[in-house]
């Protein structure tokens, strides 16, 4: 595919801030629309959905993210992997501009989304962080019930009625693989589940606002093999119908779940390409180290 | 000694120590309250002394002491009784001293009775006759107390029907009469002349609420014309005393009481304590407006305090950027904690009372002026000023609580789109419930124990009515009010009568500590019950 191999490229613009910005008026449009048109072809469709251009973030004078470029595809599985420190979880918190509560972050570049720059002014945050849904680290229920966990978001927006609330529960928490285990339990605490039916809660929560992407930050981290295994099947379930985002540590993971990975160090992007080609071939040998186990 | 410092043991002795140090404290404070607050309304035995002089004195036993003796040499020890004889307006005093060396014998008469008086404390004696009006109806100690009993219940229940009517008609027409005079006051203020229709019907209302008040006396003088029972007494040394039966509030006979029967005794008191009006400028009776006062202004204050505290708290920790100034006011806010009570009392006399109170009553009652609505101490006012005084301990537990809480919980939130407004109402304000409550538990306790910017905010000895009652608009917060901390210190050390009322210290304050622990009680419960249902994390 045409498309990877000029992301690909994008990885090794390490330096050079002119040629940054060039690239991020000029060039990016073009790959948007060789994207479009060589991929319904050969894969079905292959939309564009969400487009970070030249994004570099600082928090205070420390500069997090360098001229960051990627784009993911709508259906698909795209995982970020790296070693610890690296701004793994700073790219994804800029998705869904989570990253606004720290008063200290500086930004320059854009994320596009649907056609717009998320961070142009006139974009209702709380639209994006619905339509952009996030699981992170550490399972957080709310210290509710559990139907109440997966009720939030909806009555959040507006859904009030029962009935509706019911069902849309009923179904988020299917999808997330989890209404088998606790549908006995609706009306009890969220923090009497174990550790991998609260992160199933959390993605049930997070699939109850509809949103069209979900950021999962980590997700297994703070599980046990079977649970973190449930989760990676539920992933590949959920991908006909969102798109995701993973940050991971776990290599296997990345393998096993990904559609596409890119890996990260010190803030940038270093070579972002198709799963098996990333791991089978990389191209850059910082990524090699790492995969092989070198550093990290 | 060195491997006695390493293991560590001492520390354990000494902090274990002092724990149990501060321990034996406290309970001994609350035994020693208790000994000397719940005995007091046991209906003791009356005992006969004869001296050696020939005197006699009746009365019940309250204190024994050891004299005490100077010079050299060891000495026998003597002793003296201080023994309750009642009778204040016959011997003038209601305690006495007496050398045991002195008492030839003692005895407990079967028939020795004492009265519990509406005025002049206790009566110690035994009964010589009982009379209705001039009908003599018994004459001897035994008939005598069959015949007051019959009738005391009678008769008091005249006196309190008289009493009722006086209160509540009299109450309800001096009311209605007060409206009316104010309506015309306002009247005139606005212009209206002298002749206004509605000034003289004003005056016609008042007229004829006048008559309704002489029909109301006539109807209590037709009652008071029945209370005519009265009991001649005799008291030690052979005075004599005619009491009218309904200036009697109680009559028992301890000598020949069971224990039972002296169980029984002792519960209606404690009744009376808890659930009467107080008598005799506040040594006998009850506590109930004391009880009821400080009560509702801990309510009040709490009502006042949680938003006052919660929301400073919130906009300190949550929209407030933090830095140098946010820290100024953090400690500024913690030091006002430590600020004396008294001050916050001036505070609340200059600003609540003198300006916010001046400015409502010139404002909305001007016809009342110069008598001061609510530019005078109220109970309002002193729930205010004790909700400043305490706003610093419910912003610090509740800043505690927001610090507490974990960041991924709010971004839980926000993440599914809500504003942080919805954040702040639907996550965060149920998860600091608890430390809010905390707080708030800390500020009635520190309320309840609070006299001294009472005293100058609306506390007194005695008021004329309890701040709720079934005239419009039922609370009257305006209203001066009564309170126990300062009822102890008024009973105990104000009093004319300090030997009758040092008990009831006891009594008030046992009260007082049970108040603020039931209070205390309660917001823990339901601080618990929150805490079960908004458990933060374990994971
Ligand atoms: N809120 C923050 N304030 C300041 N520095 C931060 C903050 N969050 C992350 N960083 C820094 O930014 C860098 C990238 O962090 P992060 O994105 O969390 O890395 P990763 O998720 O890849 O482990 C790290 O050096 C981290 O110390
Ligand atoms: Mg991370």
Not at chain 1, 185 to 213: E, F, M, N, T, Y
Not at chain 2, 108 to 137: N, Q
Not at chain 2, 436 to 463: C, F, N, Q, S
Request: proline fraction near 5%.
């Amino acid at each position: 595919m045409p498309t990877q191999e000029k992301l690909q490229d994008t990885g090794h613009m390490e330096s050079g801030d002119a040629r940054n910005t060039e690239a991020g008026q000029g060039y990016l449009p073009r790959r948007l629309a060789g994207l479009n048109s060589a991929s319904h072809a050969a894969n079905g469709p292959r939309e564009m959905i969400m487009d970070v251009r030249a994004l570099t973030l600082a928090y205070g004078s420390k500069v997090a993210l360098k001229d960051v470029n990627i784009s993911f595809l709508k259906n698909q599985i795209t995982a970020l992997i790296g070693p610890s420190g690296c701004g793994k979880s700073t790219l994804l918190r800029c998705l869904n501009r989570l990253n606004d509560l720290v008063d200290s972050v500086t930004l320059k570049g854009q994320i596009m989304f649907n056609g717009m720059d998320i961070y142009d002014p006139i974009i209702n945050i709380s639209e994006l962080r619905k339509r952009v849904g996030m699981v992170f680290q550490k399972p957080n229920p709310f210290p509710k019930t559990v139907y109440e966990n997966v009720a939030y978001g909806p009555r959040i927006h507006g859904v009030g009625r029962k009935g509706e609330l019911d069902g849309m529960v009923e179904e988020c928490l299917k999808s997330a693989a989890l209404w088998d285990e606790v549908k006995d339990r609706l009306h009890d605490s969220a923090l009497g589940l174990s550790g991998g039916q609260q992160q199933r809660l959390c993605i049930a929560r997070a699939l109850a606002v509809k949103p069209d992407i979900l950021l999962m930050d980590e997700p297994c981290s703070a599980l046990d093999p079977i649970s973190t295994s449930k989760i990676e099947d539920l992933m590949v379930d959920l991908k006909s119908r969102y798109t995701i985002i993973i940050v991971t540590h776990n290599m296997q993971q990345a393998s096993r779940v990904s559609d596409y990975t890119g890996f990260m160090l010190l803030g940038e992007m270093i070579e972002f390409n198709d799963t098996p080609k990333i791991f089978q071939g990389p191209k850059d040998k910082r990524t090699e180290d790492y995969i092989t186990g070198r550093f990290g | 000694m060195k491997e006695l410092y390493r293991t560590g043991d001492p520390l354990i002795w000494l902090t274990g120590g002092a724990l149990a140090f501060s321990l034996l404290m406290v309970v001994g404070l609350i035994a020693l309250i208790m000994y000397n607050g719940l005995g007091f309304f046991w209906p003791k035995d009356i005992v006969r002394y004869t001296l050696a002089d020939g005197r006699q004195v009746m009365g019940q036993l309250s204190e024994r002491e050891e004299i005490p003796q100077f010079g050299e040499g060891k000495k026998e020890p003597l002793w003296r009784i201080k023994v309750k004889q009642g009778n204040r307006d016959l011997y003038g005093a209601d305690f006495i001293w007496i050398n045991e060396a002195d008492i030839k014998t003692e005895e407990k008469p079967a028939a020795a009775i004492v009265l519990e008086r509406r005025e002049w404390g206790d009566f110690i004696g035994v009964i010589k006759a009982v009379k209705d009006g001039a009908t003599a109806i018994a004459a001897e100690p035994a008939e005598g107390w069959k015949a007051l009993t019959g009738a005391l219940a009678g008769q008091r229940r005249l006196f309190e029907e008289a009493r009722a009517l006086e209160r509540d008609e009299v109450g309800a027409i001096s009311y209605d009469q007060e409206k009316l005079r104010l309506a015309n006051r306002a009247l005139k203020l606005k212009g209206a002349k002298d002749d206004d229709p509605r000034i003289t019907a004003n005056l016609a209302g008042i007229d004829k609420l006048h008559k309704d008040y002489e029909a109301v006396m006539e109807r209590v003088g037709a009652i008071r014309a029945k209370l005519t029972w009265t009991v001649v007494l005799t008291g030690a040394g052979g005075v004599e005393k005619e009491l009218p039966l309904y200036m009697i509030v109680r009559a028992v006979k301890p000598n020949e009481l069971s224990v039972f029967g002296k169980a029984g005794v002792y519960l209606s008191k404690i009744w009376e304590f808890i659930s009467a009006d107080p008598r005799e400028s506040n040594t006998e009776g009850g506590v109930f407006p004391a009880i009821f006062g400080t009560v509702l202004m801990v309510m009040v204050m709490s009502v006042a305090v949680t938003p006052m505290g919660v929301l400073g708290a919130f906009y300190l920790r949550e929209y407030a950027r933090q830095g140098v100034f946010v820290s100024a006011v953090r400690i500024a806010v913690n030091n006002l904690a430590g600020v004396p009570s008294i001050v916050f009392g001036v505070f609340g006399v200059g600003f609540f009372i003198y300006f916010v109170g001046g400015s409502i009553d010139s404002l909305f009652f001007p016809e009342a002026l110069p008598t001061p609505t609510y530019g005078t101490g109220g109970i309002l006012w002193a729930s205010l000023t004790l909700a400043l005084l305490t706003v610093p301990v419910v912003i610090v537990a509740t800043e505690e609580g927001l610090a507490a809480i974990p960041r991924n919980l709010r971004e839980a939130s926000l993440g599914l789109g809500a504003t942080k407004f919805e954040t702040m109402w639907r996550v965060v304000l149920p998860a600091v419930m608890p430390s809010i409550l905390t707080g708030l538990i800390l500020a009635m306790a520190r309320a309840a124990g609070e006299v001294a910017p009472l005293m100058i905010t609306g506390v007194v000895k005695l008021a004329p009515s309890l701040p709720i009652d079934g005239y419009f608009p039922f609370l009257h917060m305006e209203r001066k009010f009564m309170h126990l901390g300062f009822h102890i210190y008024d009973v105990g050390f104000q009093s004319p009568n300090v030997d009758a009322a040092r008990p009831m210290v006891y009594t008030t304050t046992l009260l007082l500590l049970g108040i603020v622990l039931a209070l205390n009680l309660s917001a823990i419960v339901i601080r618990n019950k929150l805490k079960k249902k908004f458990a933060t994390s374990a994971v």
